[in-house]
């Protein structure tokens, strides 16, 4: 007697830890409560069994309506018998289900199932806390006894821990979906920002640009991208990457002029750690950019040691951290950008020739803003609608006539000292409509274009000169390529004088 009640016992012990070995496997919540319901079933030898959860925001429990199905059934959890074990937390049998005051007769009309018998646990969590319910119905022959609740209860209990691991794995799954999504979006609005259509400008010049970046879009030819301060070399740089297909790649700037000596080789190959006391391994500019793209900028002014060692990584695709010991092989593509005329350099000894042509496979050159001044009042309105897109506050425009001012300004700083113009504009307005009037006194200079004072008869002494000091500045500026101290000696003035009159105008260092 006793040995067949034991190997009962044992029998039931291998058939749970069977079933818990299936539902600890399971990682979706809705094959998880059929495949529980299914085991439930066939343990209890009875018809029919479900997992209700308990939505605790809506107090409600709630079920798939059969196997297989994807309807969900819910009903307040202060009701029925499976909510009245989630209440009380105690099991509840019941042999008649029809002479139970607790008992939904709605359900049954709703599936066309007849419930004679029921039988119904609390599923509780490892804190303790219920989580919902399991309920069998009819048992196949007579009612359901205290074994059956034993068994339930069992059953019940490991429930919980599948349950809770399934909604976990499904919250974390949807997380992460929605991460996904929100990264592919992100991604999108990147690529849309930088790529061409950030390049603004209808006008031959700008064209040709934008015409060049999509001819080698799907090209990984190094290039090299020329052109004043404030002219776009980085805009266009980045629209060559984003447009390419290393676009979802990293994108690695790095300025070569501010990098001191002592810090060149450690910034672009990386250092081993413990070269000297207390140095922590660092990875280079050139390795995070592997299987991306380098921009190089400033490119001039790497000393000629960084631009043999650079040319040997372009050559052999391998480089060697500071104090390494192996060859590290990398893939990177490069675009460098430069104010200096190489080919002079290339002349004085102080740019290398043969990196001169490997980063030359292309060449873009930007044109300065007063080659291109057709394309001022687009790229100022373009600021403008920038700059109230960001601000969030009410739309501004120009007024015409200051927009013609702004096209026949002079731009040493070209793109970048028309766009920080606008945006202090913008920020200075007190009315939607900027005009001449928010201009501060007589800037921002004219251009060459510009009538010569003595054509403007209406214009005070005190204006005609400031436009006129407003021009001389500009165009030396423009000359000596923004080198303030010759600029300031062609001027006759001292370089602080020269510095003092720029900010007065606004002429963007
Ligand atoms: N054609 C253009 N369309 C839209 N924005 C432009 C254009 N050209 C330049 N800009 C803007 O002007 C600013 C300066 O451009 P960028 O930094 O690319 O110039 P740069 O040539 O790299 O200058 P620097 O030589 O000083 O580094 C940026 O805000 C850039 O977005
Ligand atoms: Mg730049």
């Given at each position: 007697m006793?040995t067949?009640?034991q190997s009962?016992?044992h029998?039931?012990?291998a058939?749970i830890l069977?079933?818990?070995?299936?539902?600890?496997?399971?990682?979706d919540l809705?094959?998880?409560?059929?495949?529980?319901?299914?085991?439930a079933?066939?343990?209890?030898d009875?018809?029919?069994a479900?997992?209700?959860?308990?939505?605790?925001?809506?107090n409600?429990?709630?079920?798939k309506?059969?196997?297989?199905?994807?309807?969900?059934?819910?009903?307040?959890?202060?009701?029925?018998?499976?909510?009245?074990?989630v209440l009380t937390g105690?099991p509840v049998n019941?042999p008649?289900?029809?002479?139970?005051p607790?008992?939904?007769?709605?359900?049954?009309?709703?599936?066309?199932?007849?419930?004679?018998?029921?039988?119904?646990?609390?599923?509780?969590?490892q804190k303790?806390?219920?989580i919902g319910a399991f309920?069998?119905?009819n048992k196949?022959?007579?009612?359901f006894?205290?074994?059956?609740?034993?068994?339930?209860?069992?059953?019940?209990?490991?429930?919980a821990?599948?349950?809770?691991?399934a909604?976990l794995?499904?919250?974390?799954r949807r997380?992460q979906?929605e991460?996904?999504q929100q990264?592919?979006?992100?991604?999108?609005?990147v690529?849309?920002k930088?790529?061409?259509h950030?390049?603004?400008?209808t006008g031959?010049k700008i064209?040709?640009?934008v015409?060049?970046?999509?001819?080698?879009?799907?090209?990984?030819v190094?290039?090299l991208?020329?052109?004043?301060s404030?002219t776009g070399?980085?805009?266009?740089?980045?629209?060559v990457?984003?447009?390419?297909?290393?676009?979802?790649?990293s994108f690695?700037?790095?300025n070569?002029?501010?990098l001191?000596?002592?810090?060149?080789?450690?910034?672009?190959?990386?250092?081993?750690k413990?070269?000297a006391?207390?140095?922590q391994?660092r990875?280079?500019h050139i390795?995070?950019?592997?299987g991306g793209?380098l921009f190089?900028d400033?490119i001039?002014?790497?000393?000629?040691?960084?631009?043999?060692?650079?040319?040997r990584?372009?050559?052999?695709?391998v480089?060697e951290?500071v104090g390494?010991?192996s060859p590290?092989?990398?893939?990177v593509?490069?675009?460098?950008?430069?104010?200096k005329?190489?080919e002079?350099?290339?002349?004085?000894g102080?740019?290398r020739e043969?990196?001169y042509?490997r980063i030359?496979?292309?060449?873009?050159?930007?044109p300065?803003?007063?080659?291109?001044?057709?394309?001022?009042?687009?790229?100022?309105n373009?600021f403008?609608?920038?700059y109230?897109?960001?601000?969030?506050g009410q739309?501004?425009?120009?007024?015409p006539?200051?927009?013609?001012?702004l096209?026949?300004a002079?731009?040493?700083?070209?793109?970048?000292?028309l766009?920080n113009?606008?945006?202090?504009?913008?920020?200075?307005?007190?009315?939607?409509v900027i005009?001449?009037d928010?201009?501060?006194?007589?800037?921002?200079?004219?251009g060459?274009e510009s009538?010569?004072?003595?054509?403007?008869?209406?214009?005070?002494?005190?204006?005609a000169?400031?436009?006129?000091?407003m021009?001389?500045i500009?165009?030396t500026?423009?000359a000596?390529?923004?080198?303030q101290?010759?600029?300031?000696?062609?001027?006759g003035l001292s370089?602080?004088?020269l510095i003092?009159?720029?900010k007065?105008?606004?002429?963007?260092e």
């Amino acid at each position: 007697m006793a040995t067949s009640s034991q190997s009962g016992l044992h029998e039931k012990l291998a058939a749970i830890l069977g079933i818990c070995q299936k539902m600890n496997s399971e990682r979706d919540l809705g094959a998880l409560l059929d495949l529980m319901a299914r085991e439930a079933t066939n343990f209890l030898d009875c018809d029919r069994a479900s997992i209700f959860l308990l939505d605790r925001e809506r107090n409600e429990l709630w079920s798939k309506v059969a196997l297989g199905s994807d309807e969900i059934l819910r009903f307040d959890a202060r009701f029925g018998i499976a909510g009245q074990a989630v209440l009380t937390g105690n099991p509840v049998n019941v042999p008649d289900a029809y002479s139970h005051p607790q008992f939904y007769t709605a359900i049954d009309g709703r599936t066309g199932y007849r419930t004679r018998n029921v039988l119904a646990v609390a599923v509780r969590n490892q804190k303790g806390q219920i989580i919902g319910a399991f309920e069998a119905l009819n048992k196949r022959i007579g009612a359901f006894g205290p074994r059956d609740e034993e068994a339930l209860a069992a059953l019940a209990s490991h429930a919980a821990i599948a349950i809770e691991t399934a909604q976990l794995i499904g919250e974390l799954r949807r997380n992460q979906d929605e991460l996904a999504q929100q990264n592919a979006n992100l991604w999108r609005e990147v690529e849309s920002k930088y790529s061409t259509h950030g390049i603004i400008g209808t006008g031959p010049k700008i064209q040709q640009v934008v015409r060049l970046v999509e001819r080698i879009r799907d090209s990984l030819v190094n290039v090299l991208i020329t052109g004043e301060s404030g002219t776009g070399k980085e805009l266009v740089a980045k629209a060559v990457h984003y447009t390419s297909p290393r676009a979802r790649r990293s994108f690695v700037a790095l300025n070569c002029a501010a990098l001191p000596d002592t810090l060149v080789e450690s910034e672009l190959f990386g250092i081993e750690k413990g070269v000297a006391t207390g140095v922590q391994s660092r990875v280079g500019h050139i390795e995070k950019a592997d299987g991306g793209t380098l921009f190089l900028d400033e490119i001039a002014d790497l000393s000629l040691a960084a631009q043999a060692k650079i040319l040997r990584v372009l050559q052999e695709r391998v480089l060697e951290r500071v104090g390494g010991r192996s060859p590290i092989s990398v893939d990177v593509r490069v675009l460098a950008a430069t104010n200096k005329d190489l080919e002079a350099e290339i002349v004085k000894g102080t740019f290398r020739e043969d990196l001169y042509y490997r980063i030359k496979v292309v060449h873009i050159h930007m044109p300065p803003l007063r080659e291109i001044r057709g394309e001022i009042p687009l790229l100022a309105n373009h600021f403008l609608k920038e700059y109230c897109r960001e601000a969030g506050g009410q739309p501004m425009e120009f007024s015409p006539a200051l927009v013609r001012r702004l096209a026949v300004a002079a731009w040493p700083g070209n793109v970048r000292q028309l766009r920080n113009e606008v945006m202090r504009l913008a920020a200075c307005a007190r009315q939607p409509v900027i005009t001449e009037d928010d201009l501060p006194e007589g800037a921002p200079a004219p251009g060459r274009e510009s009538p010569p004072a003595t054509a403007a008869p209406r214009q005070s002494l005190k204006r005609a000169v400031a436009e006129l000091e407003m021009r001389m500045i500009a165009e030396t500026l423009a000359a000596t390529r923004n080198n303030q101290q010759q600029a300031a000696r062609l001027l006759g003035l001292s370089r602080q004088g020269l510095i003092n009159k720029m900010k007065r105008y606004s002429i963007v260092e």
